[in-house]
């Protein structure tokens, strides 16, 4: 038999290799139109790098060995035109000599790939626009680094090649831009994955201009090109680098007559046969089913390519083989982040029509206590009988391992019950007796149960006030990294003695930063009768999906060596903290607990390995009035230097450092006093902001606490001079007295009664106003220490806070009064 193979890569090659081990007499050709075959292209963006550093690295075998192991007749350089069904034969061009001759066949195997996009747009045959698809378009990016020496440079598509590119141009040096149409990269992940991985791009200093397109590259005068974008940017860079998407190459085939779909795929069955059945195509330039939809597809990955040459090598050789289909596994590298996923995700469901639900769980690659414990990022999509659909992880190892095993499962139709059950290897430096695929299982389980009920992360914004009451259960010190102005918190400690404060007439959605201790809230909750449900996948997601894609630009505080910010305050004590492996909010906690018992002045460098500290970090210290000194991640771990306290308090609330200061139209309100006319003042003042929609924070402090003070005796624990004091004080807006003219209670009597007389709102009605309006109230947990008030004997909704919390809302403001 006479086997002629158009392609010489992963599905050609794969395919030679195997009918050569089942069928020793046949004659097998190999024509391939470049200079290589079996070349590694998923390796050639890390050759750019230097990651793999030798270029004959990428070159696997070469057609001499192939020959010599295989007897196959390798024939490198020799392009096939066409293909003539009825008498069984192709004609070839010789690149070389451009000569064309021949070659009959008995059975014929199409795998000529993909092509990547090149939009006929003005500009983009300029010698420095490059795609990376073979070892000749490397080695002419590799030309132009070399003679060029280019600083600035653009990738156009945030596909796993695209962002394979711009990182190894940015290792190379490079400053890169990425343009991207859609408002994500990556598009098998969700956005709030995607999200993770635009936040972590940025962290390595790569800008991104999400929601954009290539419009046109012209000569740019300081640089090489300038790269002029739908939204009207116009990006100076030294090189360019498309990679937009593929498109198959069927062209010989649909010019034979044989069946393609309207994209340009080639139609095979099952055996990888084309509609003419003594022809056989595999790879990129196939279309084939979805095991999960059960509908055609096309995915351009080498795993399939690789797997179907397999096959149709087996059928040519006359056995009966079957190709599955595909259900869309792939993994990428992105800096310090492992980025995987398997089947479908959330846009494809919808599409699909298919009922389905999620879950997000964080979870230890392996035992927390073990060194280089890292957090993995995991939602599962699966259906109403806890059929597998699909699955995304993020983290910084351990990911593609997960992502594995779900997608064996998928394939072995198992559901999320057995996830739970699996039983997968585990010692402390490789997993947990609860694997995170296992906990994955658990939660989505929990839900199928019955358990627990999961809102999304888009939902939250559309909650309805009247019918939600959002519960944050973090602990108060976790506020100063994200707070969420509208949501009662109660930690999940004093949840169980605190039940009496939640309402009982509206869903109560429970949250934290991962939807854990909240997962825990709710199980409380809902065996207390209380209607509770769970914000799966927790704050930690509204933090990364809360700005808009539009506004992201190059990160505050790049991750450099260099100090982010130079005090002439000299460190008085270093410390270090060590929070590897642990998980949010460990890392923050542990700070938080550091920096209490230091000095002002005093300096903490703090390890983590959950990634998302890195953004924390920088959070905390703004809203808490400390200073970050640096920020490093390298190797999948985070280093901070946080100095105690403000060396230069307006730089270090960050108004200085920050390219565009942005000062809001908020009030901030120091509330010392505990007179009437002044509690009136502050009030009027504060309801007055909110009416015109602007945020107002009002932080009582000291003889301020007694307007915030409950009417009624609270029962707390209070040693004798507490006790004296608080009978001693005001207790709420009722009792209090004028400043001026109080006259024996005349004065204050009579105040009351004018603005009765002229329908002005009693200062009881104005708080209530005022918190119905969304006003913040803050008490001085400074000041209720000395005076021995508690929070319990305060109005409901007022949050204990410190001064920094103050400070991070009067960066916000540019009004601050002092009553
Ligand atoms: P190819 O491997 O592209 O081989 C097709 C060959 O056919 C080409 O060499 C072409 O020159 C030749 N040819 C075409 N027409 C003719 C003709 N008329 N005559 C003679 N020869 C012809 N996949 C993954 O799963 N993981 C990854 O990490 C990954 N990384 C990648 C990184 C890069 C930079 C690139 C470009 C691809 C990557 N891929 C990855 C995709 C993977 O390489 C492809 O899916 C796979 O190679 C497809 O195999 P194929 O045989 O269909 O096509």
Request: glycine share 8%.
């Amino acid at each position: 038999m006479k086997v002629l193979i158009v392609g010489g890569v992963a599905g050609g090659a794969s395919a030679a290799a195997r009918l050569r081990r089942v069928s020793e007499n046949s004659e097998i050709i190999i024509f391939e139109k470049g200079p290589y075959v079996s070349f590694a292209n998923c390796g050639l963006p890390y050759h750019l790098s230097g990651t793999i550093k030798e270029r004959e690295q990428l070159l696997v075998t070469s057609a001499e060995d192939l020959h010599k192991l295989l007897n196959l007749d390798v024939r490198t350089n020799q392009e096939v035109l066409s293909i003539d069904r009825e008498n069984k034969t192709i004609t070839v061009r010789d690149l070389l000599n451009q000569r064309d001759y021949a070659e009959s066949y008995d059975k014929l195997l199409l795998s000529p790939g993909a092509s990547p996009i090149v939009p006929p747009l003005p500009g983009v045959d300029h010698e420095g626009v490059f795609v990376l698809h073979n070892i000749p378009e490397l080695d002419a990016i590799l030309e132009w680094i070399k003679t060029h020496q280019p600083k600035r440079a653009v990738v156009v598509g945030g596909g796993f090649i695209g962002l394979e590119v711009a990182e190894n141009l940015v290792e190379l040096g490079l400053k890169v831009e990425l343009v991207e149409m859609l408002n994500q990269v990556m598009a098998p992940l969700d956005y709030e994955m995607a999200a993770e991985v635009h936040e972590h791009l940025e962290m390595h200093g790569l800008e991104l201009h999400l929601g954009d397109g290539l419009k046109s590259i012209e000569t740019g005068s300081e640089s090489t090109l300038l790269v002029n974008t739908s939204s009207g940017l116009n990006i100076p860079a030294d090189m360019l680098v498309l990679s937009i998407g593929v498109r198959p190459n069927s062209n010989l085939a649909k010019d034979a007559g044989l069946e393609v779909e309207p994209r340009g795929h080639i139609c095979v069955n099952s055996r990888m046969q084309t509609s003419d059945p003594n022809i056989y195509a595999v790879g990129d330039a196939v279309q084939i089913d979805s095991c999960l939809t059960g509908k055609p597809t096309f995915l351009a990955l080498a795993g399939p390519a690789s797997k179907q040459g397999r096959i149709a090598a087996d059928n040519i050789a006359g056995r009966d083989m079957s190709f599955r289909g595909v259900i869309g596994t792939s993994v990428v590298k992105v800096f310090d982040l492992t980025a995987a996923s398997t089947g479908l995700n959330t846009r494809q469901l919808k599409e699909a029509q298919i009922p389905f639900d999620s879950v997000t769980t964080f979870s230890h690659n392996h035992a927390g206590y073990y060194p280089g414990a890292s957090q993995i990022h995991f939602k599962l999509l699966f259906g109403p009988q806890g059929q597998i659909y699909g699955a995304q992880a993020l983290g910084v190892s351990g990911v593609d391992k997960r992502i594995d095993v779900i997608a064996t499962a998928i394939h072995g139709n198992m559901t999320v019950f057995d996830l739970e059950e699996l039983e997968l290897s585990y010692a402390p430096p490789y997993g947990s007796a609860r694997d995170p695929v296992n906990i994955v299982g658990f939660a989505a389980a929990n839900i199928l149960r019955g358990d627990v009920e999961a809102l999304q992360w888009d939902q939250f914004d559309d909650l309805d006030a009247d019918k939600w009451l959002k519960l944050d259960v973090r602990y108060p010190e976790e506020q100063a990294v994200l707070s969420i102005p509208d949501a009662l918190n109660i930690s999940l400690p004093e949840l169980r003695s605190r039940l009496n404060e939640l309402p009982r007439d509206k869903r109560i959605l429970c949250m934290c930063s991962t939807g854990q201790r909240s997962y825990f809230a709710v199980r409380i909750l809902r065996q207390n009768g209380f209607d509770a449900v769970n914000l799966t996948g927790g704050l930690n997601i509204q933090k990364t999906t809360r700005k808009p894609e539009k506004t992201m630009k190059q990160p505050d505080l790049p991750l450099t060596t260099e100090p982010v910010q130079s005090f002439s305050a000299e460190p008085k004590v270093e410390y270090q903290v060590d929070a590897c492996g642990l998980q949010c909010p460990g890392p923050i906690l542990k700070l938080y607990t550091k920096v209490k018992e230091m000095n002002d002045g005093d300096v903490v460098q703090i390890k983590a390995t959950d990634l998302g500290f890195a953004k924390d970090v920088e959070a905390w210290t703004k809203s808490t009035g400390n200073t970050l000194l640096d920020l490093k991640m390298a190797g999948g771990e985070v280093t901070a230097r946080v100095q105690k306290g403000l060396a230069n308090p307006v730089e270090s609330l960050g108004l200085a450092q920050l390219p565009t200061p942005t000062v809001g139209k908020d009030l901030t309100m120091v509330v010392f006093s505990g007179e009437l006319d002044k509690a009136i003042a502050a009030f009027i003042i504060a309801n007055g902001f909110a009416s015109l929609g602007q945020k107002a924070t009002l932080f009582f402090t000291f003889w301020g606490l007694n307007i915030l003070r409950k009417p009624e005796p609270v029962a707390v624990k209070k040693n004798f001079v507490e006790k004296m004091f608080g009978w001693m004080m005001p207790k709420g807006a009722e009792k209090l007295t004028l400043s001026q003219m109080h006259m024996m209670g005349a004065g204050t009597a009579m105040i009351k009664g004018i603005m009765k007389k002229y329908n002005v709102d009693s200062l009881p009605e104005m708080i209530r106003t005022a918190q119905e309006n969304g006003v913040r109230l803050l008490a001085c947990q400074m000041s209720m220490d000395l005076m021995g008030i508690k929070i319990e004997e305060l109005m409901d909704g007022v949050e204990a806070a410190g001064v920094a919390t103050m400070a991070a809302s009067a960066t916000d403001s540019n009004t601050h009064y002092f009553i």
